[in-house]
């Protein structure tokens, strides 16, 4: 359940405006406000906010926790399920343009985003770090069973019985493999 808490999804920072005085950032970002979060995954409550933004001349410094809850389909088994996504950024913006790229190589020493109009917005940097913090395969549990191949049953509710299939595959050469003798 939601705590009664700040909306921050409208949040913007002015860097030329905002002072010298650290912000703290505690709140919530809506999940309406999260568009390319919710074309990915189901977004189940709003984002939490946890951060603190200060300013160094005009370099933005962002660090904290945030997070939210998101609905996925188990790859395996294709069930719903929930999952509590935690993040802790580290970020770092500066006001102005991006140096040009003069040619050669340039060594990266950190991910800093530089933002032309100098607006930092809470909004997109919360989507960015929970779109990031995604997992690459979604599984209900690691030990998902799924569903089996031949009648489409979920394993992990009964095993079916079926006899696994000995296909004939571009890949089974393979199998001999560590059993050549010259």
């Not at 189901?42 to 945030?66: I, N």
């Not at 109009?117 to 919360?126: A, E, P, T």
């Not at 569903?147 to 000995?166: A, E, H, T, Y």
Request: glycine content about 10%; proline content about 7%; overall charge negative.
């Amino acid at each position: 359940m939601m705590r009664d808490t700040m909306n921050l999804g409208d949040m913007v920072l002015d860097l030329e405006k905002m002072g010298r005085k650290p912000r703290h950032l505690q709140g919530h970002v809506p999940a309406d406000h999260l568009p390319a979060l919710g074309e990915l995954v189901r977004v189940e409550s709003p984002a939490w906010v946890d951060l603190l933004a200060t300013l160094d001349q005009k370099r933005l410094r962002v660090a904290g926790h945030l997070g939210g809850r998101i609905g996925l389909d188990c790859g395996r088994c294709l069930q719903p399920y929930t999952l509590e996504l935690a993040v802790a950024p580290e970020r770092e913006f500066i006001a102005g343009a991006e140096p040009p790229d003069l040619g050669g190589e340039v060594e990266v020493q950190d991910e800093t985003v530089y933002l032309d109009d100098g607006l930092f917005s809470l909004r997109r940097m919360v989507e960015e770090e929970l779109i990031l913090a995604l997992p690459m395969t979604h599984l209900c549990r690691e030990t998902c069973a799924g569903l089996c191949d031949q009648c489409g049953s979920d394993r992990n509710i009964k095993m079916c019985g079926c006899q696994p299939r000995n296909l004939d595959s571009p890949f089974a050469v393979l199998k001999n493999l560590g059993s050549f003798n010259p």
